[in-house]
């Protein structure tokens, strides 16, 4: 899965400059994910990150912490371990998912939580076309599986004919024209 490196640190390295860009003063914003407010959001990204770090390395399932302020630093410790030669091959003992899947999931996060950050904090963001696509593919295989673990919310409808990275929101409930 040499092919995703680049995906996931493209992702990755736009999620953790809109982290760098929050204020203070945004930490209490409303997210178009609804659980999270803008710090609630920027925690599940440690946690995200610390999550697929230990995966990566055949770890445990590690559970949330408090918000730390160091996404950054964690999503590169992630994109490390990952890199390692034979990291993308078997399944993992925490998950059982294979390895392949998991990367797939912790890209999608990436994707759509750097959206739900850029859009609470008034920020531009465009994913590279390239990544949404191979995001859109593999949410489309694995929704249902997303939905009955919580990670992803009813579908929101979007024409048929709208952008991929709108139909990859809608798929996993989103609303692609949410604002503050």
């Known amino acids: 899965m040499e ?7 493209r992702a990755t390295e736009r999620t953790a400059e809109l982290v760098r860009a929050v204020r203070q003063e945004q930490l209490g914003l409303s ?11 920027i925690s599940h990204l440690e946690w995200v990150a610390a999550l697929f770090e230990s995966l990566a390395r055949n770890g445990p399932r590690v559970e949330q912490g408090p918000y730390a302020g160091d996404f950054p630093e964690r ?20 998950m059982g998912l294979p390895m392949t899947t998991l990367g797939h999931m912790y890209l999608v996060d990436m994707v759509v939580h750097g959206w ?17 696509s191979r995001a859109l593919h593999f949410t489309d295989r694995m929704v249902e599986m997303g939905r009955q673990r919580g990670a992803f919310g009813p579908p929101v409808p979007v024409p048929d004919d709208a952008p991929s990275f709108d ?14």
Do not use: H
């Open 116 to 132: 739900d950050l850029a859009r609470a904090t008034d920020q531009e963001y465009e994913p590279d076309p390239e990544t949404v």
């Open 167 to 180: 139909r990859l929101l809608g798929v996993i409930g989103r609303d692609p024209a949410w604002t503050a």
């Open 75 to 94: 999503a590169k410790a992630t994109l490390a371990a990952w890199s390692r030669p034979g990291v993308w091959e078997g399944t993992s003992p925490a």
């Open 31 to 41: 997210t178009p994910c609804a659980k999270f407010d803008v710090k609630d959001l």
């Open 3 to 9: 092919d995703m490196m680049p995906l996931m640190t």
